[in-house]
Antibody
C-alpha cells in the first residue's frame, strides 16, 4: 500500500530555515517523480515544483526558486523540502505528492506539514 | 503559465441533486497525438490532503464513486456530481499537467443547501 508520511508541524522564526521530509513506502521510490505543493491558510493549491527521484534533478516553479531546495535520500526513500530565510508569507501547509507512473499528475499525497513562521 | 479559471467559486446543492463545476483553461491541454486531455480533478475536505478523483479529464481514479464524472476537451471542462451526498462537501480543484509549471484552478466549494 502506497504511503507518503510527512514530518510534523514546525514553528520557526523569520530568517531561520526548516526542512520538511516525506517518506515513501509501498512502491519503487525511484520510479515516480515527487512534487511539492503549498497551501497557504484558507487559500488554494500552488505547485512548487518537483524532483526526479531517479536522477535527483529538481524543477522549480517561478516564485519557488532560490530559497526553496528539493533533495532526496534514496537509501531511505525520502524526499525533502528545505526553505531558507523564512518569511511570514511562507506560513502554509506543504504537501508532497507522487506522480503517477509515466505521467505528471499526482495520484498519492502526503498528509501535509504545517510550517508557521512567527517571531 | 496556464491559467485555470473555475466557476462558480461556491455552490450549494440539495442532497441527491446534481452539482456541476466548470474549469476553463487559458490554453488547450489536449495532446493531439494521443487525443488525451491533461487535466485532473481533486477533492479536498477540511484538514485533509487533496484526493485524486479524475485524470485525463474523465477517467475515474480507482475507488471513486461513479456519481463523479468529468467531461470536456481542449480548454473547457466540467466535473459533475450526479447525486450529491453529504460526504461530497469539499473544495474541488482542477489541475492541468500538460505544461510546466503545473497549475491549479482556484477551487470551488460545494455545500449542502
Amino acid at each position: 500500500q502506497v504511503q507518503l508520511v510527512q514530518s510534523g508541524s514546525e514553528l520557526v522564526k523569520p530568517g531561520a530555515s526548516v526542512r520538511v521530509s516525506c517518506k515513501a513506502s509501498g512502491y519503487t521510490f525511484t520510479s515516480h517523480t515527487m512534487s511539492w505543493v503549498r497551501q497557504a491558510p484558507g487559500q488554494g493549491l500552488e505547485w512548487m515544483g518537483w524532483i526526479n527521484t531517479d536522477t535527483g534533478k529538481p524543477t522549480h516553479a517561478q516564485g519557488f526558486t532560490g530559497r526553496f531546495v528539493f533533495s532526496l535520500d534514496t537509501s531511505v526513500s525520502t524526499t525533502y523540502l528545505q526553505i531558507n530565510n523564512l518569511k511570514a508569507e511562507d506560513t502554509a501547509v506543504y504537501y508532497c505528492a507522487r506522480s503517477a507512473l509515466g505521467t505528471n499528475f499526482a495520484d498519492w499525497w502526503g498528509q501535509g506539514s504545517l510550517v508557521t513562521v512567527s517571531s | 503559465d496556464i491559467v485555470l479559471t473555475q466557476s462558480p467559486d461556491s455552490l450549494a446543492v440539495s442532497l441527491g441533486e446534481r452539482a456541476t463545476i466548470n474549469c476553463k483553461s487559458s490554453q488547450s491541454v489536449l495532446y493531439n497525438s494521443s487525443s488525451q486531455n491533461y487535466l485532473t480533478w481533486f477533492q479536498q475536505k477540511p484538514g485533509q490532503p487533496p484526493k485524486l478523483l479524475l485524470y485525463w479529464a474523465s477517467t475515474r481514479q480507482s475507488g471513486v464513486p461513479d456519481r463523479f464524472s468529468g467531461s470536456g476537451s481542449g480548454t473547457h471542462f466540467t466535473l459533475t456530481i450526479s447525486s450529491l451526498q453529504a460526504e461530497d462537501v469539499a473544495v474541488y480543484y482542477c489541475q492541468q499537467y500538460y505544461y510546466i509549471p503545473l497549475t491549479f484552478g482556484g477551487g470551488t466549494k460545494v455545500e449542502i443547501k
